[in-house]
């Protein structure tokens, strides 16, 4: 019997915390051994002499196959969307599986798993979007959910039809807190959001550029405050999704110095996209169009300083693709699609790491050690997923990207594997690639060549969140 199915010979090691040069071992699906020079002669080895070796990037903030509005379809399905984002160097996403109204949650979940059946390439899980938080949703199904390892649940505070209320909201981490759920919070309020789209559109302002001004920070720094302050007065921890500026970025610091257990993300199009990209000519800024906007360089900056201090543990894509061309996607009605009828979201599965690469590390922002917390190791721990996913050490599962630091890339749409008809990157030059991806010690991506398999990926049951109240 050969002690190692493979050895990754030579590369630097980067975990969270640590950075070395070792090989590591690997025997069915796991990491078994990271040694000086590891000996088999039967095993299959794997140069990575001059690269990084680090665990596959986790992104547990993606949107695939999502009913999106009436003839509304989301580009990526489980097959484009995992593939897309294997490419990118990932090798565990996290989804959502919406519950309309008038469904329960279980049934919600298993729609998500019908579609996503034999179409993952990488390892995948849910968490569930709750919107209609009917007495047996909080008393009965969210308890068993999470028995079940659906651990994690987003609430919108915006949306028609999706929001919850304050006292809705109430109830909710009142559940959480009881049977140690984790909550996520898009935080944007629903009333002020309206007011300001009926001003807009009364004035006529209904090209792409108003999503932008009927959402300005005090829009998502009012509902992160509220939400804060729901948290604390329920005493549970909670997390911001999608943190896009300065404003809502303090709101969380600020809770944060004061002891209260508040996580928060950051996405790539909050580094680099601004309120000017949805100025651009005729419908070209709808590309641009997703939840909370792009806003400006000082709160690029904000996001920036909130990933280097430790305000946002999680970077995450927020994948949300839909088409440009067509009315299946974010021009539904044509060039005469109001702003607040355009889809919402922008693709950004593929690109989330070169991205945070390039723009972090290579130019100095943050270190190698926080690329990997930040891209993998921190949403395997928030989101219960620790020690099976996230890090490179001897029980993990062998997730691992051997990464190219000097590689130069181009970002266009026609690299991506997303099925999007765009990348709001365009002509980005990144510096740093993945090259090579090993799903549970299968390697999926080989020197920039798939060579995975559609139904590779398996779903993840999840413990629950070591961050969630008392369990
Ligand atoms: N919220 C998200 O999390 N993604 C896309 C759109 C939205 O509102
Ligand atoms: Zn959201
Ligand atoms: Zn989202």
């Given at each position: 019997m050969t002690q190692f199915d493979m050895i990754i010979r030579g590369g630097t090691v980067v975990t969270a915390s640590d950075t070395i040069n070792c090989d590591?071992?690997?025997?069915?699906?796991?990491?078994?051994?990271?040694?000086?020079?590891?000996?088999?002669?039967?095993?299959?080895?794997?140069?990575?002499?001059?690269?990084?070796?680090?665990?596959?990037?986790?992104?547990?903030?993606v949107h695939i196959d999502q009913p999106s509005g009436p003839g509304v379809v989301m580009a990526d399905d489980f097959d484009t969307g995992t593939l897309s984002a294997m490419c990118g160097g990932n090798t565990t996403v996290i989804p959502f599986a919406l519950q309309d109204k008038g469904q329960t949650l279980r049934e919600a979940v298993e729609i998500y798993h019908k579609q996503a059946e034999g179409k993952s390439w990488i390892d995948h899980s849910f968490?569930?979007?709750?919107?209609?938080?009917?007495?047996?949703?909080?008393?009965?199904?969210?308890?068993?959910?999470?028995?079940?390892?659906?651990?994690?649940?987003?609430?919108?505070?915006?949306?028609?039809?999706?929001?919850?209320?304050?006292?809705?909201?109430?109830?909710?981490?009142?559940?959480?807190?009881?049977?140690?759920?984790?909550?996520?919070?898009?935080?944007?309020?629903y009333d002020t959001l309206r007011y300001m789209i009926e001003k807009l559109e009364g004035e006529g302002r209904t090209e792409p550029v108003g999503h932008a001004l009927s959402r300005p920070q005090v829009v998502e720094r009012e509902a992160t405050h509220r939400a804060i302050s729901l948290a604390e007065f329920i005493d549970v921890p909670m997390l911001l999704v999608h943190v896009s500026g300065r404003e809502p970025m303090e709101q969380i610091r600020w809770a944060q110095q004061r002891g209260l257990k508040i996580f928060a993300e950051t996405c790539p199009q909050y580094l680099l996209l601004t309120k000017d990209d949805l100025m651009k000519d005729g419908m070209e800024g709808a590309k641009y169009i997703c939840s909370p906007p792009p806003r400006d360089p000082d709160s690029q900056e904000a996001c920036w300083e909130g990933l280097q201090q430790g305000v946002f543990k999680i970077f995450s894509s927020d994948h949300c693709p839909f088409l440009i061309e067509g009315t299946s996607g974010k021009l539904r009605e044509g060039d005469k699609t109001k702003f607040s009828r355009v889809a919402n979201g922008v693709p950004g599965i593929e690109t989330r790491l070169p991205i945070l690469f390039s723009e972090g590390v290579k130019k100095g922002r943050i270190d190698l050690n926080e690329f990997v917390a930040l891209g993998s190791t921190n949403h395997a721990?928030?989101?219960?997923?620790?020690?099976?996913?996230?890090?490179?050490?001897v029980g993990s599962d062998a997730d691992v990207v051997l990464w190219d630091a000097d590689k130069k890339v181009t970002i266009r749409q026609d690299i991506?594997?997303?099925?999007?008809?765009?990348?709001?990157?365009e002509g980005l030059e990144v510096t740093g690639w993945p090259l090579t991806v090993l799903s549970r010690g299968k390697v999926v991506m080989e020197n920039g060549e798939v060579t995975g398999v559609c139904g590779h990926g398996r779903y993840l049951k999840r413990n629950k969140s070591p961050h969630a109240a008392s369990q």
């Open positions: 590591v071992g690997i025997k069915d699906e796991k990491i078994i051994a990271l040694g000086q020079t590891l000996q088999d002669d039967s095993a299959r080895i794997i140069d990575a002499e001059g690269l990084l070796v680090m665990p596959g990037g986790v992104d547990s903030h968490h569930v979007i709750i919107s209609d938080p009917t007495p047996s949703a909080l008393g009965q199904e969210l308890p068993a959910l999470v028995e079940d390892g659906y651990t994690s649940f987003k609430v919108y505070m915006t949306y028609e039809g999706l929001h919850l209320n304050d006292r809705e909201i109430i109830d909710l981490l009142e559940s959480s807190k009881r049977h140690g759920a984790f909550i996520m919070v898009h935080a944007e309020g721990k928030l989101y219960g997923l620790y020690p099976q996913k996230g890090t490179i050490a991506l594997h997303h099925n999007c008809d765009y990348t709001p990157y």
